[in-house]
C-alpha cells in the first residue's frame, strides 16, 4: 500500500492556495486609494511664490 504522505501534502498544498487566494480576494484594503495623487492648493500657493520671485 503506498504512502499517504504524498498525497495529504498535495492536498495540504492546494487547500493552503484556495485560502490565501480568498484571503486575498476578500481584503478590503486598497491601496491605490491611498496614494497621493499630486500636490495639493496649499503646496501650489507656497510655490507658486517662489516661482514668481525667481522669475
Known amino acids: ?7 495529504c ?3 495540504n498544498a ?3 492556495g484556495w ?3 480568498i484571503a486575498r480576494i476578500r481584503d478590503p484594503y486598497r ?3 491611498h496614494y497621493m495623487r ?3 492648493p496649499k503646496w ?3 510655490h507658486t511664490v517662489h516661482a514668481a520671485a525667481a522669475r
Open 9 to 11: 501534502r498535495r492536498l
Open 19 to 21: 485560502q490565501n487566494l
Open 31 to 33: 491601496p491605490e486609494l
Open 44 to 46: 501650489r500657493a507656497k
Open 14 to 16: 492546494i487547500a493552503t
Open 1 to 7: 500500500m503506498p504512502s499517504l504522505l504524498p498525497l
Open 38 to 40: 499630486g500636490p495639493g
